[in-house]
């Protein structure tokens, strides 16, 4: 392959959502209002190219920058895009019916999810801080548009607004700190920055340097919903329409934590000992309080918004042992942590009915039996979450404590398995609540009314959980041969 | 000279903090004008001859039409509140004092020597070649960050909201 | 044999599936076919695949059927592993198992969640199978885990009932207690031994050359946070509160789960681990200690209880304490002998209260019972046939087995055999009592229950008695097959499992009753008839002969009156014996103990994490500029940090 | 003499905090748009003072992708004020608070 094409081809996937993404602006408004459909239906398919193109130029055993130095084409990227793509295709199933049944518009949810997904893919293969940055922002506009999507709804209005204003105060941070950065280095590309930083031997004790790292990662842990950068997972969550709700949980999440993994091994690798140290505070704190908070919550929404805040905490245990099996075991995560929660979040958007009237633990009362096909899936991603074994999320949560432990974290890890063993607790609630309780009056149980979409991809994330708890080592090892490409 | 550009410095100081004081919306707004308009004089003293103009245009300009237009269309004249009590006072300035103490050491420790200006290397020309060169890729993709914008504010601000009735070519 | 064995488990889940998913369309009937024909399938092929590992003569099999886990340098295969020991577990669960569904047939027959009842037993199989016969130690857990979750989820049965969940509440606050101990055990020996293989961790153990132990070492570490966990699971002080509460579920529930065998899960989980154990003698005391404090404090409770399934819940935590203590003085094979002996006569005597509490609808104070022998014969000599057995009275399966536990701790020479023999003993006369009492209480003397009610009392279905009298012959015969060693009988049970053991530093402690003599043994049999016998006839003087009813217990006046009955010699004993047992018992161990303390400090544990949930969500209090705050004093945080720690 | 290139971050910094500060303490909307305006042109002046320093022209080349952000932001966000106000009729970031705990 020539390296004229070979910038395009490792640059082909975001082409393609992007064409596509243009397509349904232009073809949206000349549908009628029953046609709409037709604007997800391009946005799926849009998806499903992009996906293919991707599996079709992998990069496997090169990495390669490409584009004046702006991108990594490497396995990492590949895989990473994957996992985002997979996530775009699934909420868009999810989105299906949702937008239909709460009379929104298709053709910009359509085209502002594929943008979100570009949005990532920067994230993900960018080589240029400045180009990480823009990618980030892509992604946030799109999520805090899409957070206010419902746009008659107060709790939408609310949702969008929190995430707007904490998300552009949080982003003039990370800015001023890659302004920082960019004063002490002279530049901004991954390599080059990283080059500086090996050379100067008197880096170490810079507080220039360090206060651009500080400032990065608070923009960084906002997105991710590090503590004590949290504080608007909740909120927004439970406002913003319950598809978006899913997606937010895992997409920009997933987009946060693969910046962050090139950003600390590919520019910061000297300075590894004090990320550590700020993550292991950060992550006891995460975990602690995203656990402690969503006992009590009676949203579900709400509730799986401060489990998020949970796991990501618990991703960060991956970071700081800072090998292989750890860096490994956070894609693998992030894939367990994609299927379950987006499934969850699914079905709590079938149930939820029109308005979203029923997303309380009390409406969840007595449906278990009467609608198994839901509630399975539901009760295996809920025991997903909780790490309950044979499930992904089991898997997931053993290789990430696994590895900080032969790290020497042992503390850590006890306060990760505590948290963990405390998250049981509410997740097991809702089973409870949908097994074994009658509902407050007889027979007032919710009506349920869902396409087949929604049932097929339940399904999917469903299948996807217990065979990634069954047969975790092909995508272990997919994981381990892209993150050797971070160079750890 | 040099004391025009301290006394922009100052002045672009002293409207930040009018900010934070003035009462009618429309002030703060015009406010935000002076900053940034001292903020521009800065750039262009700094050789950022082009971004200066950027400045006066994009922010001056259409920003701060957009924010005036949004306060003339709600409420222009109406006093806002404030939340100012003596704690909450006294935490942000602890704030204040706690972000300024650590910049300063900060820069302070950091090297103080300034390479050898050569006002060519800020010329538009060299400015143009590296946008074009290296920086082509953010700058085509920041279009879609524009687009987005374009999405966002026309999905906000579309007047019309009985979501999803037969209002066809609202997209 | 590779293939064979793994349908032993997985019959049961995909009869989990079926019930699960399409139970509510299916009719009653095809409903429980479903769920016994997959377990009496896999108790079928349980028995072939015992003969065909008779007939291989090998040690232990090991089947790796896929790699589970493989990251870095760490490897989980999804295995079994075939020895003596998890073919013994296999066959109790299988067996008890499928006898236990059958009798569910009846016993279930009018409830309304017919299919959910099925369908979590057959997932509960699933689970306790896939925790007996896994090869590692992240199996098992998969397996802990999920007879735990169907335990919570049997437990809550009666939903509509208020007890019932917060029962399913206590229980499953107190196994997350036990599940971190055993969690933080299980990465300790990832950590120490880099694998999580049984085999693979006992050979490295034997291979890095670890001896006993003299202080607290990692393998003593280990071997206690594992009993932590066991101590959730198998209902041992502190955390056995669960265990008594559990008995809002159904009877069969009771009697599979909570007594037959998924609180043996952590009997069995030491016992695999006996190559840590033998190793780590503080942990073993710790094991034998709090065994035999269990064992006689659970048994004290007992006494008093008016509820015939309490009597037997604080029965099955003694029982428990019985094979903790034999484990604590290295006598494994002992332990997993009284884990089956009672297995068989514990699941007996709750179907048969079971089956007393479904003939009176469902009235489970004893109070209310007394004189049902005419009315529930079989029932009635089949709870014989298990209350001999549990009180160790001769030639039942309990006699042999609780013989062997007491003879081994008085005679295997670790610490503090002597306290754990004395506390066993206690207990055995108490076990003996509370038995006694609660066969004369319900099925002899006079009736109370009133003339309109007896009418409608009626011995149970045949698919009922069918199952307790099989499980009355196996309590009775049972025990023939680990003959006490003065009797010259070769002991089949002991050496059957011999090899399990090949991995203990000293293979001398297992056989130092050999250092005894038989006389001695002989002895220590005698006292543990006799008290047995003691216990018998005290419950017989105050139950039959004096007619003592739970309602006069109660009544502080009975002392006076007894004093003006003629026998003077029982009255002061009851003065002077049962009257400050029965006070300890009730006020000071059940009342301040039990439910202020131990409930006191679960209850803690609960309201302390929602107090301090409820304190996390106030920092969510809904503003965005406070939100905006906590990130800037986050952010400032961070940066003075990296300010003082790192900038030089 | 020319003013050294740190008194152009100081005075970065001073407007950056006050920018902060402003978005703690303001109740109104509009004003709270203004002032992370005002902490996006104080991440500006850092820019343009480094590439200064630095004698490079890459920083003004971001500060040029700041700007199209910060022009972004503001139009969408508006559009969100303007969605609240007609929903609310209110400005006052503390009224907008249903969601809590």
């Known amino acids: 392959m020539s390296t004229k094409s070979l910038i395009y081809v490792s640059f082909l996937p975001e082409i393609i959502l992007g064409a596509f993404a243009l397509l349904i602006m232009c073809v949206d408004p000349f549908l009628k209002k029953r046609e709409k459909v037709f604007s997800t239906i391009i946005s799926i398919f849009a998806i499903v190219v992009a996906f293919i193109s991707n599996l079709l130029f992998l990069s496997r055993d090169a990495s390669l920058i490409t584009f004046n130095g702006m991108i990594y084409f490497d396995f990492y990227s590949n895989l990473l895009r994957g996992l985002f793509l997979l996530i775009g295709f699934l909420v868009s199933l999810f989105a299906f019916k949702y937008i239909e049944r709460e009379d929104l518009f298709p053709g910009e949810f359509s085209s502002l999810l594929l943008f979100a997904l570009i949005g990532m893919d920067l994230m993900a293969i960018s080589a240029n801080l400045i180009m990480t940055f823009i990618g980030l922002e892509i992604l946030s506009m799109s999520t805090y548009i899409l957070a206010g999507f419902k746009r008659k709804n107060l709790k939408s209005n609310e949702s969008a607004l929190k995430y707007f204003i904490l998300g552009g105060v949080s982003s003039a941070i990370l800015l001023y700190g890659i302004s920082f950065l960019y004063g002490f280095t002279g530049t901004l590309s991954y390599r080059g920055i990283a080059n500086v930083l090996s050379k100067g031997s008197g880096f170490i004790g810079s507080p220039l340097l360090f206060l651009g790292m500080g400032m990065i990662l608070v923009g960084f842990g906002f997105k991710i919903a590090l503590a004590p950068f949290h504080v608007w997972t909740p909120d927004v969550y439970e406002g913003a329409p319950t598809v978006v709700s899913g997606f937010m949980s895992v997409g920009p999440k997933a987009a946060g934590y693969a910046a962050l993994l090139r950003i600390v091994f590919q520019i910061f690798p000297f300075t590894l000992p004090l990320w550590r140290e700020l993550f292991v505070y950060s992550a006891i704190l995460t975990m602690l309080i995203g656990n402690l908070g969503a006992i009590i919550q009676k949203n579900v929404k709400r509730l799986l918004g401060y489990s998020s805040i949970a796991h990501a905490g618990y991703m960060l245990l991956g970071i700081i042992a800072a090998d292989v099996m750890g860096m490994s075991g956070i894609i693998f995560y992030l894939f367990a942590y994609l299927f379950m929660n987006l499934g969850a979040f699914g079905v709590i958007s079938i149930f939820e009915g029109k308005g979203e009237k029923f997303v309380t633990i009390d409406d969840y009362r007595g449906i278990g039996f009467k609608y198994p096909q839901l509630t399975f899936p539901l009760s295996i991603f809920l025991l997903s979450l909780a790490g309950i074994p044979l499930t992904a999320g089991f898997v997931g949560k053993f290789v990430l404590f696994g590895a900080a432990l032969m790290e020497n974290h042992m503390g850590l890890v006890l306060i990760a398995i505590l948290a963990s063993l405390i998250s049981v607790y509410y997740y097991l609630k809702v089973i409870v609540y949908m097994f074994m309780k009658s509902p407050i009056i007889e027979g007032e149980e919710i009506e349920v009314r869902y396409s087949g979409v929604a049932l097929f991809s339940v399904l999917v994330c469903a299948f996807f959980v217990l065979y990634l708890g069954l047969f975790p080592s092909y995508l272990l090892n997919l994981s381990k041969e892209a993150v050797v490409f971070l160079g750890i | 000279m040099e004391i025009l550009i301290y006394i922009f410095a100052i002045l672009s100081v002293l409207f930040a903090i009018n900010m934070l004081i003035q009462k009618k919306m429309i002030n703060v707004a015009l406010s935000l004008l002076g900053c940034m308009v001292s903020i521009a004089v800065l750039f262009i003293y700094l050789y950022a001859t082009f971004v200066g103009m950027l400045q006066l245009i994009v922010y001056a300009g259409s920003v701060m039409v957009l924010f005036l237009i949004i306060i003339t269309l709600l409420d222009p004249f109406g006093k806002i509140k404030y939340t100012f009590t003596s704690r909450l006072w006294t935490f942000f300035v602890s704030i204040i004092g706690l972000i300024f103490g650590l910049l300063l050491y900060v820069i302070y420790g950091s090297e103080k020597k300034v390479e050898a200006i050569n006002s060519s290397h800020f010329s538009i020309k060299a400015l143009s070649d590296r946008l074009f060169t290296i920086y082509l890729l953010p700058f085509e993709v920041i279009s879609i960050l524009i687009l987005v914008g374009i999405i966002g504010s026309i999905y906000f601000g579309k007047k019309n909201l009985t979501d999803g009735d037969e209002d066809e070519n609202n997209a | 044999m590779k293939t064979l064995l793994i349908f032993i488990p997985i019959l049961p889940l995909i009869g989990f599936l079926l019930n699960g998913i399409f139970g509510r369309s299916f009719p009653k009937k095809l409903v429980h076919r479903i769920a016994i024909t997959t377990t009496g399938i896999s108790f079928l092929l349980a028995v072939i695949t015992f003969f065909k590992f008779l007939s291989l003569d090998v040690e232990s099999l090991v089947f790796n059927y896929f790699t589970w886990i493989k990251a870095g ?274 699941a007996l005597l709750f179907l048969g209260s079971g089956s007393v509490i479904l003939a009176l609808h469902h009235e489970q104070d004893m109070q209310n019972m007394g004189g049902l022998k005419k009315y529930l014969p079989i029932t009635c000599w089949t709870m014989w046939a298990a209350t001999l057995a549990i009180s160790g009275i001769p030639i039942f399966a309990g006699f042999f087995s609780k013989d062997e536990i007491l003879w081994r701790s008085y005679s295997t020479p670790v610490k503090g055999h002597m306290i754990f023999y004395i506390l066993g003993t206690v207990a055995a006369l108490i076990t003996a009592l509370y038995m006694f009492r609660l066969m004369f209480l319900t099925f002899h003397g006079k009736t109370r229950l009133p003339e309109d009610k007896l009418s409608h009392v009626h011995e149970s279905p045949k698919s009922m008695t069918g199952v307790l009298v099989v499980l009355a012959i196996l309590s009775t015969i049972g025990g023939f097959v680990g003959m006490p060693g003065w009797t010259k009988i070769p002991n089949i049970f002991e050496n059957f499992l011999e090899p399990v053991f090949k991995f203990m530093p000293h293979k001398g402690i297992v056989h130092a009753v050999e250092g005894h003599s038989a006389g001695n043994e002989l002895l220590v049999t005698l006292v543990s008839i006799l008290v047995a016998g003691i216990g018998a006839l005290i419950a017989y003087i105050i139950y039959l002969k004096k007619e003592v009813t739970p309602e006069k217990e109660e009544n502080l006046g009975l002392i006076y009156k007894l004093i003006f009955n003629k026998y003077y010699v029982d009255e002061i004993y009851n003065f002077l014996v049962v009257q400050p047992i029965k006070w300890f018992s009730t006020n000071v161990l059940w009342k301040i103990v039990d439910v202020s303390i131990i409930d006191g400090i679960v209850n803690g544990y609960a309201y302390l994490t929602e107090g301090l949930s409820v304190g996390v969500s106030k920092i969510q209090n809904g503003f965005i500029r406070s939100y905006v705050g906590w990130i800037a004093l986050g952010g400032i945080g961070i940066l003075y940090y990296i300010l003082i720690n790192f900038i030089k | 003499m020319k003013i050294t290139p740190d008194f152009f971050i100081y005075l970065s910094m001073v407007l950056f905090s006050i920018g902060l500060i402003g978005v703690l303490v303001r109740r109104n909307l509009i004003v709270i748009f203004m002032f992370i305006e005002l902490m996006l042109n104080a991440v500006n002046l850092s820019f343009i003072a480094y590439s200064y320093k630095l004698g490079q022209v890459d920083g003004q080349i971001y500060v040029f992708f700041v700007m199209v952000l910060a022009a972004v932001e503001v139009a969408v966000g508006l559009g969100l004020i303007m969605l609240i106000y007609r929903n609310k009729k209110s400005l006052d970031v503390d009224e907008i608070n249903i969601m809590k705990n």
């Not at chain 3, 009846?106 to 689970?127: E, P």
């Open chain 3, 73 to 346: 340098d760490f490897v989980a295969n999804f295995g079994f592993l075939l020895d003596p020991l998890s073919m013994v577990m296999v066959l109790v669960v299988t067996g008890v198992g499928f006898l236990i569904h059958v009798y569910s047939i009846g016993y279930m027959w009018n409830d309304i969640g017919y299919n959910r009842f099925f369908a979590y037993l057959n997932l509960f199989m699933f689970s306790m199978l896939i925790l007996v016969l896994a090869n590692n130690y992240l199996l098992l857990f998969v397996g802990w885990e999920g007879v735990g979750l169907c335990s919570y989820l049997l437990i809550g049965f009666y939903f509509h009932k208020k007890s019932a969940s917060d029962a399913g509440k206590k229980a499953f606050i107190v196994n997350r207690i036990g599940d971190f101990g055993f969690v933080v055990g299980l990465m300790l020996i990832f950590f120490t031994f880099r694998t999580i293989d049984f085999e693979k961790v006992f050979s490295e153990i034997v291979n890095r050359g670890y001896g006993v132990e003299a202080g607290w070492g990692v393998l003593t570490v280990i071997g206690v946070l594992l009993f932590i966990g066991a101590t959730g699971k198998s209902a041992q002080i502190p955390l056995y509160v669960w265990l008594p509460d559990a008995m809002e579920g159904p009877t069969p529930v009771s009697a599979l789960i909570h007594a037959a065998t998924m609180v043996t899960a952590g009997v069995y989980m030491i016992t695999r681990s006996n190559a840590i154990y033998s190793r780590a003698p503080h942990a073993l005391f710790i094991v034998g200690l709090i065994g035999s404090i269990t064992a006689l404090f659970a048994a004290t409770i007992g006494i008093f209880q008016r509820d015939i399934k309490r009597v037997l819940a604080y029965s099955t935590v003694s029982q428990l304490g019985y094979m903790f203590t034999a484990l604590g003085v290295l006598a494994f094979s002992a332990g997993i002998f009284h884990l089956m002996t009672h297995a068989f006569f514990k």
